[in-house]
């Protein structure tokens, strides 16, 4: 088991963080899902839990982006609902950078939903998409400004930067 375990790691490690989840796919199905639906509940929270801290991959790129454009910030601001990736406190603004899959991007082909264990899968997408809207909700109403950045918008890094100046010139 552990043998399996370490392998099964390594190949997390892999997808996610030199592909992000999807992209090394087999025909219509994820290799991290296919691996997922064959652990039982314990194992994918673990497992679950690496791949969100390889999410941070994306969350750097987002950061070393927008300080080549000469903006500074905090980061996971404590105290704020949600815990933004990026805080830019004097405008009062935040930044989440979310992986289309597991935060469930409307209309986006990482979104996608494993064809077994949806018993299991879809009341942990509809949990996550409701902490989401609550978080954002709540921000707004302590007057935050928050932004979501997206795994596939990584792809157009132009029109991520026009959109990211949009958003922290504004
Ligand atoms: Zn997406």
């Not at 314990?42 to 903006?71: A, P, W």
């Not at 815990?83 to 082909?109: E, M, Q, S, T």
Request: charged share 30%; proline share 4%.
């Amino acid at each position: 088991m552990i043998g399996r375990l370490s392998r099964l790691n390594f190949r997390h490690d892999f997808i996610v963080a030199s592909f992000g989840v999807g992209e090394m796919a087999r025909p219509g199905r994820p290799l991290v899902e296919f691996v997922m639906d064959r652990l039982s509940a314990k194992e994918r929270s673990h497992q679950m839990s690496l791949v969100k801290s390889k999410n941070t991959g994306l969350e750097l790129t987002v950061r070393k982006l927008i300080f080549s454009m000469g903006h500074r910030y905090r980061i996971h601001g404590a105290g704020l609902p949600g815990k933004p990736d990026l805080v830019f406190a004097r405008k009062k603004k935040v930044i989440f950078v979310h992986g289309c899959f597991w935060h469930r991007h409307k209309d986006c082909k990482k979104a996608t939903t494993p064809a077994s264990n949806t018993e299991y899968w879809l009341p942990k997408f509809a949990r996550t998409v409701e902490r989401d809207r609550k978080v954002l909700e709540s921000l707004l109403q302590h007057r935050w400004k928050p932004l979501v950045v997206w795994e596939c918008e990584l792809k157009d890094m132009t029109a991520l930067a026009d959109k990211l100046r949009a958003f922290l010139n504004d």
